[in-house]
């Protein structure tokens, strides 16, 4: 089998966006097309990552709209939706497009357009992701996540402030981001003493709603070369879901998603944590960087608020993450997040991160769909 | 690569049904495992075709809800969309899923709930698969199909009566599926003299609203034999979209998705359709049953018509057409209904297809999502 290879990549502006979450998708389509210097009519298969079009638009069969506008006609579609990790299941899907041999040439573009929409509308319709039995009671996900951390920082003595901490970060690494929603520092007083949401995560400790859009371009190595010297390798993908009922697990500290979907990967890559120099973590919420930082295998267990707290998750640490600025300043448009992710450790293995450059021959991208009910882990290396 | 095989199959009655589309995804699921005699902790990967839960119930994340019910977790998810084509579009991703090594066992299943809807509300939704430019001024798919049946009598001369004997047959066939949503006969004159719907067309010319599931098991074929001696192979699956926009194309009766996904599909199983025994199509209008007959090459251009007037598609006849009943008589319920077609080809090929058996050793289905916009193709043999 072929190592499958990444040749192009984009992001559009995240934020609030005007147009439909069809343009937003041309923009990253177009874009990705032009850096991978590919014509559209080599395209076979394209693929888009968007959980909700029909359900914040009344929308449906925008992949077959996005073929059409970006001349990439007769390429196979289809839309993949893993609610919040739609994008790193793109990821997973343009993969075994190309590495099953269907494909020479897939274009991944995730979008989402939400923010058209009241807070309460876009919340509904997420809310609906997981179980009924749980969120008919109104245990919606910041509340998860506020049970959560109330539970992790009481198990492994954690200090509240590691979880603003977090938030400062990726705050400050946003800064250097021309895409991210919020290009601005915020000090750990103004994280602990916004308001509460969900005791004890505050306003500061959540993502926001968001448009945007981001794109990649798969293709077989072989192929690669025939377009470029410099390009980045998938060596490894893997996906995997933990209860839906989120109650139901033994140990709500531990994301079996995170566990399972790193094992599968690190295994189709000979890789294991120690290898990996940078990574995108799915900081819906400060407590989930904790909790994935220790669930990939790059700390011990109760001891990813140590790390956060000796910066060594900065962007000059030993294992930076989120140099992106993370969902927590970039913003998280479902479909387009996950993408997003990829997209930003492939300009970091390319050397094109600019001001947000670290040193790195090696990344990884974790996005979690949901509270972790299906999770999909990345790995990618310079060529 | 390994060949890639589909060792069980189920489809639940199509019709009205009760419950939420997750206990119609449940029950295939769950009748699939028994078929396959797989357990459920050996799904790797759990694939979801399905359009509109969300439209349709408010309802997202089914996949990861599956998952959990069918106790197959830590097995990776996702839902496939590609419209009325979901279902075909799974099985192209579940083939991808196996042949690219990702997979040791995929189980798909497809399902919609749409009948708890009015009429009006789901045919809104169902309009929106095409392009605002058309649906907004009225061009639904119902009239797509009529002035494509209007312009497909005048070139090629063919008789009304011809589109009408399409009904017949497949209501005909669709008497021996106990899981039809109408198993009963209709004659000439009842088809030709039902209310006018989109000028030719008229009511017995068009499949239902239909609620239904369907599910099959794929994995390598040295994994095939562990389980079993006799099962399917796919040695062939394509995809392809046409226009979005129905009125740019430079002849509405030649479905381009038909022409480049099956070119796609015979290429890579090294046959032609020459070699094809039996066939299920997307009659979800009578004149696709031509359009697809003649684009698969099975007739030449403007002959599917005569084939039927000869009987030629008849159970009995040298190339039997949707032995199932089609959706005309099945039903369709959209994300189950590519499924559903695989699972026939399926039962045919294995030799459990009862009274509607014919003599086959190969298989295709052609799934066509909106109005040919993405269309997949699936060639099946006997092992």
């Known amino acids: ?80 939706d893993q609610t919040s990790s739609s994008g790193g299941a793109g990821v997973k899907h343009a993969w075994q497009s190309v590495a099953s041999g269907a494909s020479d040439m897939t274009l991944l573009v995730g979008a989402e357009k939400m923010t058209h929409r009241t807070t309460a509308e876009a919340t509904d319709v997420i809310a609906s992701i997981t179980h009924p039995v749980e969120y008919k009671h109104g245990v919606t996900l910041p509340s998860f ?112 998603g995170v566990v399972e979907s790193s094992r599968i990967a690190y295994d189709m890559a000979d890789m294991g944590p120690e290898d990996i120099d940078v990574a995108e973590l799915h900081d819906m919420f400060t407590i989930l960087e904790f909790l994935q930082s220790e669930d990939l295998g790059f700390f011990e267990k109760g001891e990813g608020w140590k790390a956060v707290e000796e910066g060594r998750t900065e962007r000059g640490g030993d294992l930076p993450i989120n140099p992106s600025g993370g969902l927590k300043s970039k913003g998280h448009p479902l479909g387009a997040s996950g993408v997003a992710q990829v997209y930003e450790i492939y300009e970091q293995l390319m050397g094109d991160a600019g001001k947000r450059q670290v040193d790195a021959d090696t990344g990884l991208a974790c996005n979690v769909g949901g509270f972790g009910n299906c999770v999909i882990t990345t790995l990618m290396e310079a060529n």
Chains 1, 2 share one sequence.
Request: charged residues 20%; contains cysteine; negative net charge.
């Open 1 to 80: 089998m072929e190592n499958v290879a990444i040749i192009g990549a984009s992001m559009t502006q995240f934020g609030q966006r005007d147009g439909w979450v069809l343009d937003l998708l041309s923009e990253a389509g177009t874009a990705c097309l032009d850096d991978a210097g590919v014509p559209p009519d080599a395209v076979d298969h394209l693929y888009v990552s968007n959980m909700a079009s029909g359900e914040f638009e009344g929308q449906t069969g925008i992949m077959n709209a996005l073929a059409h506008d970006l001349a990439a006609m007769p390429a196979y579609t289809a839309r993949i």
């Open 145 to 256: 996540a506020g049970l959560t951390a109330r539970l992790y920082l009481d198990t492994y003595d954690a200090p509240r402030e590691s979880l603003g901490k977090v938030a400062v970060k990726n705050h400050r690494h946003g800064v250097d981001n021309p895409h991210a929603q919020f290009q601005k520092e915020v000090d750990l007083d103004t994280v602990l003493n916004s308001p509460i949401v969900a005791d004890p995560l505050r306003l500061y400790d959540f993502c926001p709603i968001t448009d945007g859009s981001a794109a990649l371009m798969f293709c077989p190595e072989s192929v690669a070369k025939e377009y470029t010297d410099d390009y980045v390798l998938v060596p490894g993908v893997g996906g995997a879901t933990d209860t839906h009922v989120v109650h139901e697990r033994a140990d709500p500290t531990t994301m079996r």
